[in-house]
């Protein structure tokens, strides 16, 4: 088994269901006492939020690239990143370790591929739903074509993200405007809706509605379990 590394605490409120998916994989394969070899650094997400709401991308990606090269150090075998909008310095991380990093997006992309999905919809933070490195990717790389919310609705998700769910709350008028959205991306002809944000899963879930839901965090960790189960 490969030793998993983890760049956690973005927020740790997900963090916590990574390691938990990470977990209940390797003891689902493989039963018995069996759990996952991981090594994790967990960051003050205070700084990097305010960075990233300050714009200095190139702070945050030196705290990760740091933090990422002390996972290395630890023995992990590979990366992941465990939040969706820290993928926007993804590339940098990547170039200072010398460990894969299994990059969030593409394992979502291709869990669309094989479902058959095409067009998309997408929520996340402000960054990932209005900054190119995500929605780019999806298109350019696998051509999927990804349809987000309009400006204000887009307001009230980031909101609702920084404001509760990353501090544990769970709100059930939130959880009902999420779904609202939700159903006007279907009607834009998103065939799907993206949870691309690690927190969104804690609000909303498969069972709210009949729209097809992709859980980033759920299909990050499963991809994380195969790689660390696969024989070289």
Not at 34 to 59: C, G, P, R, T, Y
Not at 103 to 127: E, M, N, R
Request: proline share 1%; with cysteine; hydrophobic share 45%.
């Amino acid at each position: 088994m490969k030793t998993i590394g983890m760049l956690g605490g973005m927020s740790w409120e997900s963090t916590v269901s990574y390691y938990q998916a990470l977990n209940e994989g390797v003891k689902q394969a493989l039963g018995g006492l069996h759990s996952a070899k991981i090594v994790m650094h967990s960051v003050d997400f205070d700084e990097i939020e305010k960075l990233q709401h300050a714009d200095n991308w190139d702070a945050t990606a030196e705290i990760l690239k740091q933090s990422a090269l002390s996972v290395e150090a630890g023995g992990a075998d590979f990366l992941i990143i465990c939040t969706n909008t820290m993928h926007l310095v993804a590339a940098q991380i990547e170039a200072a370790i010398n460990i894969p990093v299994l990059h969030i997006a593409d394992a979502t992309a291709q869990q669309l591929i094989d479902d058959g999905i095409s067009k998309v919809g997408l929520l996340g933070t402000a960054f990932t739903m209005e900054k190119s490195f995500y929605k780019d990717r999806l298109t350019e790389k696998f051509a999927i074509e990804v349809v987000v919310p309009d400006e204000d609705q887009r307001a009230l998700v980031h909101k609702v993200i920084y404001e509760e769910l990353c501090l544990g709350k769970i709100n059930e008028g939130s959880r009902t405007a999420y779904l609202e959205i939700i159903q006007q991306l279907h009607q834009r002809g998103a065939q799907a809706v993206i949870l691309g944000c690690t927190e969104i899963a804690l609000l909303v879930s498969q069972q709210d509605t009949n729209i097809p839901l992709y859980d980033t965090t759920a299909i990050h960790a499963a991809q994380a379990v195969r790689f660390a189960l696969a024989q070289d």
